[in-house]
């Protein structure tokens, strides 16, 4: 398949989960491929599995200074992007009463705001007619306890594929989102929740049983959604969302 062939993309968090998925649904379809990561050895891991199409850059989505360099470092492998797919992202739970401002600031620095300047910061490179996607969650639309910082910091990306669709349309640049229901992927784990082994195990029999599916999504089946997204198949798309939770909130 060539649905993205010449086009170049950027996935922000490309080295696990959701985001190596997508790389590998991108390549897949003809893209080349730079894709961000903290993590040095898991970036390189990404490049040697999957060849010369694919370029890894360290780089903390939560650090000014790396996302004031990320239009350099992306510059120098190509000067052109007609792909970004927002994806980088933590999920952390608290109730209200246990929220530090430290614990807020992360998940907003890393979601939201690494999210805004990272796109304000690559635009100048991307094409007019480009795509860009933003992986927001099912948290955005549901009440859950202990989410309400997480479910903000998404929530926000829902407004801002909108308000970016209506400010790019000028350069046919479309704004999207995608919102995942509960998806196997390392983030569910207790030690990147920031929740003990016990709660962990309540949290995952609660979210199962609320899946009329029955079971969590694969990586997989999210990428196919941002695969459609990136590719001209979408182009009159602006500022949506497609929900993708095996009926979690849509039913
Ligand atoms: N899995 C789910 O159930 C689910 C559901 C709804 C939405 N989502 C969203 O999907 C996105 C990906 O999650 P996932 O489940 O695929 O998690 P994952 O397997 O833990 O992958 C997260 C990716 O993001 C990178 N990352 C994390 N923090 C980063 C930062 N500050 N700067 C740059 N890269 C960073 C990680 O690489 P490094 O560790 O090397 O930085 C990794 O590549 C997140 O935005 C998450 O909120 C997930």
Redesign the pocket.
Known sequence: MSRLAHKTAVV?????????ATVEAFIQEGAQVIF????AQ??QRVEQALGEQVHGIV????KWEDIQAIRAQVEAISPKVDILFI?????QFAPVDQVSENFFDKILD??FK?AYFTIQALLPLINDGGSIIL?????AHLGMPGASI?AAS?AALLSLAKNLSAELVSRKIRVNAI??????????TPD?FGISEDEFKQMGEGIAAQIPAGR??A?EEIASAAVYFASDESRFLLGTELIIDGGMATL
């Not at 922000?12 to 190596?20: C, M, R």
């Not at 961000?36 to 993590?39: A, E, F, I, L, S």
């Not at 780089?59 to 939560?62: I, R």
Request: zero cysteines.
């Open positions: 922000t968090g490309g080295n696990s989960g959701i985001g190596l961000t990561g903290r993590n898991a970036n780089s903390d989505a939560g994806n980088a992202g933590i999920a890393v979601n690494g992986n927001t969650s099912i948290n997480y998404k919102s995942p229901g509960p998806v196997a992927t390392p983030l569910h990147k969590f999504g990586p």
